[in-house]
């Protein structure tokens, strides 16, 4: 699974040297992407990682020592489970956005 994302991500940096490849040569770009494909994936990411780490099968890997530990390590899956959440779905949401935004601005105000 963690191929998956790495393929994923390669794939994602090549598209965007692409994109500035002919921007620097000064081409014409295709249309703008309507899904940031960048939030999608780091969202992803983040909320995988969690996962891999909740279910881990080595169960001693991943004790905290202490209270204090304990708090600190639910804060921060909580917490990056929540951004990765944000991130897929602002993501996707950005689709929707553009396609409004491209609406407004071909209609005619008077």
Known sequence: MDLIFAFAFSAYLFSVGILAMRWARRQRT?????????RVLLGSLLIFI?????????????????????????????VLGL????????????????????????KIVR
């Open 30 to 38: 295709a249309e703008s992407v309507k899904v940031k494909w960048g």
């Open 50 to 78: 969690e996962a891999k780490n909740h279910f881990h099968p080595a169960t001693n890997l991943l004790q905290p020592s202490n209270e204090t530990q304990a708090a600190a390590m639910n804060a921060t899956a909580i």
């Open 83 to 106: 951004l990765g959440s944000w991130l897929v779905v602002s993501g996707v949401i950005a689709r929707f956005k553009g396609q409004s935004r491209d609406e407004e601005s071909s």
